[in-house]
């Protein structure tokens, strides 16, 4: 599965993506703004507009895969391997030997998820390792060799956290980083606010006990396609949550 490309940048979301052969550059025949990536023989690309092709319309934000060298043959029967909902969303991919690991975020929260190729179609499983109120990324692999993986997993009142996994195991635990506030009866909760569209804004209320009706600190952030996801912040728990405040993030 040795190959070479050739990438060319259009704009900030816009590229081409050519495979070099010894007679010329071939394009790989995607729209300009989807992304796509390759791993041993599977061709992924994920569109950033909805594409129709081979019959079907995959929506913005889906990830579809296809055999590689189907594709360069003519083949367009792409298997969807990730759709987006009103609630979904995809954050990134991973490859080990034998799987694709997907990191969804479901109302700002992470998801892992589990896809196998398999002769007819792709199988899906959850994948042990995210947190509750959490983020979750898995941040190495080794696609070559093992179905090994390791997951950098933090939220507000959790430390990053570096665990070991296997797929179809259970996750180890190997560091934890430092504590920097005591976290003990302190809650994190998740509501919706509805805009005047009717649209239903998550966002995350930290706070220790007793604090009802205290000072709140209130933040948000939506640029950019940046989600504010939870994290552990030693300053806002030593300066704010330990001396009876309440914190909110609003997924803006």
Not at 30 to 40: F, G, I, N, Q, T
């Amino acid at each position: 599965f040795e190959r070479d490309f050739v990438s060319r940048a259009i704009d900030f979301y816009s590229s081409e993506l050519y495979l070099r052969t010894p007679e010329a550059l071939v394009k790989i025949d995607v729209p300009d703004d989807a992304s796509a990536s390759l791993h041993r023989e599977w061709l992924l690309v994920r569109p950033r507009t909805a594409w129709t092709v081979g019959g079907t319309e995959h929506p913005a934000g889906s990830l579809i895969g296809i055999r590689f060298d189907d594709f360069l043959a003519g083949d367009r029967a792409f298997a969807t391997l990730f759709t987006p909902d009103e609630h979904t969303s995809l954050e990134y991919w991973a490859w080990t030997r034998h799987h694709l690991l997907l990191g969804t975020l479901r109302d700002v929260r992470s998801e892992l998820r589990t896809l196998t190729p398999g002769p007819g179609a792709w199988t899906e499983e959850p994948l042990a390792g995210g947190p509750e109120f959490g983020s979750a990324d898995i941040f190495d692999t080794d696609p070559d060799v093992s179905d090994e993986y390791l997951i950098d997993s933090s939220g507000f009142l959790q430390p990053s956290t570096l665990s070991y996994g296997h797929v179809g195991e259970e996750v180890e635990v190997l560091k934890q980083a430092p504590a920097f506030f005591d976290a003990s009866g302190m809650s994190v909760a998740q509501y919706f606010a509805t805009s005047e569209d009717g649209t239903k804004i998550p966002y995350f209320v930290v706070r220790p006990s007793g604090a009802e009706g205290g000072p709140t600190l209130l933040t948000g952030y939506g640029g950019f396609e940046i989600s504010l996801t939870p994290s552990y912040s030693g300053m806002i728990g030593r300066g704010w949550l330990a001396r009876g405040g309440t914190y909110v993030v609003a997924n803006i």
